[in-house]
């Protein structure tokens, strides 16, 4: 009588192949996943600048945001100068930095009363995991980057 089914050596067979295409998918995954941070995290900082400067236009006498919270949803019913409602609750947290997408953003480099001048900077959360650039912007000046994951953005983008 012939039995029936797959021998080990076929199972292991099997799994090896599997684990072979596996080994070779998951280095291309994380590229890809990179990718789609960065991408995101570069959308980011040109929604901040966008908002930034209806936020100026709005309130004159207050100038730029000093930080995501004001761009941020209201934590009651009206829009003011201290939640604008200009980004959504995930880039206009309550406390900075606002991490969306594999990135931490803040605003710094505030000067003047009303707020003349800001930089928007978004670094990622773990280098070489979540993102491989940071990236920066003032007003409405291009998005530069840091090829080294953090703040010092002297490159323009490729």
Known sequence: ???RGFSLI???IVVAIILVITAIAIPSFLRSRIAANEASAISSI?????????????YPDVGYAS?????GAPTSGSVTSANAGLLDWVLGCPTQPCVKSGYAFVITNIVGNPVSSYTAIGTPTAVGQTGLRGFCSDKLNPVLADPNGGSNCTEPLK
């Open 1 to 3: 009588m012939r039995q």
């Open 10 to 12: 076929e199972l292991l």
């Open 46 to 58: 040109r929604a901040i600048n966008t908002a930034q400067v209806t936020y100026a236009v709005t």
């Open 67 to 71: 930080d995501l919270a004001r761009l």
